[in-house]
């Protein structure tokens, strides 16, 4: 048997808001380690993986390992019937093919079973250690470069060197670029910038997938952006101590 | 022409 009971269950409304465009099937593995997922997008563009770990729930047990096939649309229609202050309880007998959510408030309680479904699905390596910069901003500032860009172009070159982070992009009417500068706030850590490098990185990203990830801005008010030296982007959401949301896209290159 | 590369490629089956 598989239990969860999640007290601010507003979070996993919001884990499900900032993925259910990007991914529409997934796998969400139960085990020690936690709740988790790893998906990619239909085109194989972009990959999501999420843990949430058994401490940042109220109630976790998980007799063994098991993995539940979801249609995230669907996920997300059933999470919207709770109210945004209710407790959160995931149940799934083994063997069962549906998965239960119960909802409660001090009115009252709900419950909803949704089937399952087989998802063929591969568990992919996710090596960190390529890593050659790092920039940690404010979630709502990259939310915002991320929506103006896209009005002017489809792409976006993200540039890290010592003066910076350096978002531009190209279009019809023109060209925009927007530099972020490392700024620390010691009295408001989540206000600064930090750029971390180990050598001046630069590759372009299609803006619309940018934009999906940013729909995870609600659950950080920081974001974590990398990028590795073979040009793959990481955008990383922390989720209340409890876990993250991590955003893996493919660089566009030069044919 | 831009290619956009795929995601599989950048990690490993585990």
Redesign the interface.
Known sequence: MFELRLVQGSLLKKVLEAIKDLVNDANFDCSATGFSLQAMDPSHVALVALLLRPDGFEHYRCDRNISMGMNLNNMSKILKCGGNDDIITIRADDGSDTVTFMFESPNGSANFEMNLMDIDSEHHGIDESKCCAVVRMPSSEFQRICKVLSSIGDTVVISVTNEGVQFSTRGDIGTANIVCRQNINVDKPEESTVIEMSQPVSSQFPLRYMNSFTKATPLSNTVTISLTSELLLAVEYTIAEMGYIRFYLAPKIED | ?14
């Open positions: 022409v831009n290619q956009q590369s795929q995601i599989t490629a950048f990690f490993s089956k585990t």
